[in-house]
């Protein structure tokens, strides 16, 4: 079996997930990777957080924040917004 079809396959179908339901990432905050190798020599922007239209008419000025790393080679998110109720 070839993995490499397999993670293709499978990151086709995710992005079809993401399509059909309409969600979309966010303004990024913060740093500008969300992955990094033990190096640090190899970085990426693998974790996001998606929403929807919905979302974003009830708080419109949502954002994620990249947080930095502590335990895990991935940085934490947050979704913020400045909305007052």
Known sequence: MNTNMDYSREMRRFNDFIEK????DILMMGRKFTWYKSNG???SIIDRILVSWECLDKWPNSKQVVLG???SDHC???LKTNSTD
Do not use: D, P
């Open 41 to 43: 020599m190899v970085k």
């Open 69 to 71: 790393r502590s335990v």
């Open 76 to 78: 934490a998110l947050v």
């Open 21 to 24: 339901t309409k969600l979309f």
